[in-house]
């Protein structure tokens, strides 16, 4: 198991109050993602477990990405690999922020 883990400047904060989320599923080309409102508002950091060993560089591509793209900042968000590709890792984060946002239930 390799163990990854990035901290990102963010754009902006992530919106909402809802403290922490968990989206995905840990399975075969799938990865789960825990999200927690937990940082400074100008800081992310991605901690990831995966069984792909080597793919430092495009996690942190990816990494790189989402926080320019997405309001991140605050979040802590902690990531079990399945074996996931890129768009999939981008899809499941892209989830995570927009379930951190929505009203509690």
């Excluded at 075969?28 to 409102?37: D, F, K, P, Q, T």
């Excluded at 990494?63 to 793209?69: Q, S």
């Amino acid at each position: 198991m390799e163990k990854l883990s990035f901290t990102v400047k963010a754009t902006r904060p992530a919106g909402g109050t809802r403290r922490q989320v968990l989206t995905g599923v840990v399975a075969s080309g799938n990865l789960e993602v825990l999200a927690e409102r937990i940082l400074p508002a100008d800081t992310c950091t991605v901690d990831i477990a995966t069984a792909a060993h080597g793919f430092g560089p495009v996690w942190q591509a990816v990494v790189a990405d989402f926080a320019a793209r997405r309001a991140a900042g605050g979040l802590h968000l902690s990531i079990n690999d399945g074996g996931a590709r890129p768009d999939t890792v981008a899809l499941r984060l892209a989830q995570a922020v927009r379930l951190i946002e929505e009203p509690e239930a």
